[in-house]
């Protein structure tokens, strides 16, 4: 289930197998589309790319590994790498 979180400016997401919660907070969006975004943009974005953000989440479940039920963030840095953009 995917969620714009206006608490914490940010888009919140399940990563597949984790039972956790992942942000990617709207600077992180900022940095990955080269404006500031609307939260309709970062949801837009992130359904376009989907694929890339559950990649990505799950390569930081291995790199720190969290622990099942850990909750943690995403920088626009991990996205870009799923992605294969340079930052």
Not at 29 to 53: H, I
Request: with cysteine.
């Amino acid at each position: 289930m995917t969620a714009w979180r206006s608490d914490i400016d940010a888009l919140t997401f399940e990563p597949q197998g984790h039972a956790s919660i992942c942000a990617v907070h709207r600077l992180a969006f900022r940095t990955l589309l080269g404006r500031m975004p609307a939260p309709a943009d970062c949801t837009a974005y992130f359904a376009a790319n989907e694929g890339a953000f559950q990649a990505a989440a799950l390569a930081k479940i291995v790199r720190r590994g969290l622990a099942p039920g850990a909750n943690f963030h995403l920088t626009s840095r991990d996205v870009a790498q799923a992605i294969g953009v340079a930052q």
